[in-house]
């Protein structure tokens, strides 16, 4: 069973004690999903702090409260981003000039953060658009589409110029704890989650959220990559840890029940393939094959990871043998069940 924490949600910008030595932050975000926790763990004097927050006005004014009401007693003394996206290393620059704390994150986030904010030229641009024709998008909306791709810079305004790479089964101590790093690939590329053995914490960003589903995407720069088949790999893995361990998630609420949501996930991910799978009966593209994941329309922003998700669940076909992708001479991929 998958059973929250008996808490309510705190406030945006105030911290309350959700596991031993750990407090639970909330800031606001402008979207659907309009919050993201952040994880304040007590660290000596300090603080180890875990995402960030979005670069937004709204939650750099949460964090200069709460500093001040530190009132230089306490600070971070080490931040750990769990992976590249802005609702969780939006701020890391920020803070970094302003506390000075040891930044953590794993090679491949950093470097996808930074490829993120520095490809923005024009080849980059032609290199999307051309990926936005072949999954079908026609040539009138691509520019809204392609440009989209391009926010990044603009939600991740600074990054620290240094860090310190986290790799998988590394022990990253902690108010004299060791927390256990485990790598899960899927949703990002290098996708970090921290589990304390003794108290039984897993903080799991976004590879295991109680609600909502993880987006796993495909997109323009690795048009044939398989994150959901590494993704569903990962969560198979994180079985290993303990039945009765308290999840932390990045988004909704704290829980008991891991395994019991690893099972939800995986039959969620199985449905929707087969579903998938059994529509492909005539040549689709990935913008004709959304009806057959999705009940909803989207508006444009959203599209745009709607075709990212339904590419991931194309390429798993591909990978397991049960789709062949076809390229006609227009260019445009299209996807038939075998
Ligand atoms: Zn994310």
Request: charged residues 25%.
């Amino acid at each position: 069973m998958v059973e929250p924490l008996p808490l309510s949600p705190p406030q945006f910008g105030c911290p309350i004690p959700v596991a031993p030595g750990v407090h639970w932050l909330r800031t606001p975000m402008p979207f659907a999903l309009d919050h993201i926790n952040l994880w304040l763990l007590e660290d000596g004097c300090d603080f180890t702090l875990v995402d960030t927050g979005l670069a937004s006005e709204p939650t750099m004014a949460i964090w200069s409260e709460l500093i001040s009401k530190w009132g230089g007693e306490r600070t971070l003394r080490q931040l750990i981003c769990t992976h590249f996206h802005p609702d969780h290393a939006g701020l890391a620059g920020w803070l970094v000039e302003r506390l000075g704390p040891r930044f953590h994150m794993s090679r491949e986030e950093w470097l996808t953060a930074n490829l993120h904010r520095l490809d923005v030229g024009d080849e980059a641009y032609r290199g999307a658009e051309r990926f936005y024709h072949c999954v079908g998008i026609p040539a009138e909306r691509r520019p809204e589409i392609t440009s989209a791709f391009f926010g990044y810079a603009e939600r991740v305004r600074s990054l620290p110029r240094s860090f310190q790479r986290i790799r998988d089964g590394d022990r990253i101590e902690i108010n004299g704890e060791p927390w256990e790093a485990i790598v899960t690939l899927g949703h990002a590329p290098e996708h970090v989650c921290l589990f304390n053995p003794r108290h039984k914490i897993l903080i799991s960003g976004d590879q295991v959220l109680p609600k909502i589903t993880t987006n796993v995407s495909v997109g323009p720069w690795e048009p044939r990559a398989n994150p959901l088949g590494m993704f569903l790999d990962a969560l198979d893995s994180l079985r290993r840890l303990p039945a009765d361990v308290t999840v932390l998630p990045s988004h909704g609420m704290p829980f008991k029940g891991l395994h019991a949501r690893i099972n939800q996930l995986q039959a969620h991910h199985d449905e929707r393939l087969s579903s998938l799978r059994d529509g492909l009966v005539q040549p689709t593209t990935v913008l004709a094959s959304l009806p057959l994941l999705f009940k909803r329309q989207f508006a444009p922003h959203d599209e745009r990871f709607a075709l990212g998700e339904a590419l991931a669940h194309l390429n798993l076909l591909l990978a397991r043998g049960q789709a062949v992708r076809e390229e006609s001479d227009d260019g445009v991929w299209r996807y038939r069940r075998v």
